[in-house]
């Protein structure tokens, strides 16, 4: 049996509210009033459930649109991460998912062979620095460079590049999968040193680092690697990958289910 709904408020508190724009508190307020009467709360306690259902509102909407803002790839998090199958040290792992290197704006290079986890580390990574209340700004290089080549058009790049760095964790994904030029060296290199002690960056690759100028410029890529291993946790991941290893078992995809034959 449903229990009956708790009575409505009156219109002149529902309009105040709507003004003073307390939506979480306004929507919680009735079933919070109907209990608080039933077990006789003092008034304190009334406005302190009520204040608590609005932060926590707020909350959970600041945090769904950090989420959108960032623009993460898949919505991979820890919820999904097998820490046993990773060969990343589980100290290692323990260690960065306190979020503490983040809030020293230390960086962070993990480089490994595809399909060793990596993007689904550092994505998780992100979302927990989302819950910790920070913001994300995550691009592949190649994003990455279309952002900041766009900003030449109208000479906005240190605008744009700004921005960028107000997110306290910038994720540049999968590195060196493809070949980059003279505009993506340029773009990581702006990015990497406009967020250089104030800011982390995240890079994944299947190069470690001191290998990025294989792919790019010497110059731009040798300072813009100077700077992110400056203050650096540098991840090692190993072995094949568990994408092919999925694929191979037949577990990658949900089993395919022969339709019923028809009814004669």
Known sequence: MNAPEPPALPEELVALLRR????????????????????????????????????????GATRSMRRRAAGFPSGKTFDSWREADSTIPAPTQAALRTLEWVGRAENLALTGPSGTGKSHFIEALGHAVIDAGMRVAWFSLESLTAT??????????ARVVARICRAELIVVDDIGQL???????????????????????????????AGFDTIMPKALATAAVDRLLHHAHLVLTEGGSHRLAEAMAGTGVA??????????
């Open 20 to 59: 003073m724009r307390l939506p979480y508190l306004r929507r919680a307020a009735p079933e919070v009033c109907a209990t608080a009467r039933a077990q006789r709360w003092d008034p304190a306690e009334v406005l302190r459930v009520l204040l608590v259902e609005e932060v926590a509102g707020r909350d």
């Open 148 to 157: 900041v080549s766009r900003a030449k058009v109208d000479a906005s790049i």
């Open 179 to 209: 070949p980059a030029g003279q505009e993506a060296a340029e773009a990581f290199y702006r990015v990497v040193d406009a967020a250089y002690e104030r800011r982390s960056v995240a890079v994944s690759s299947n190069l470690h680092p």
């Open 255 to 264: 089993p395919l289910i022969d339709p019923a034959p028809p009814t004669p």
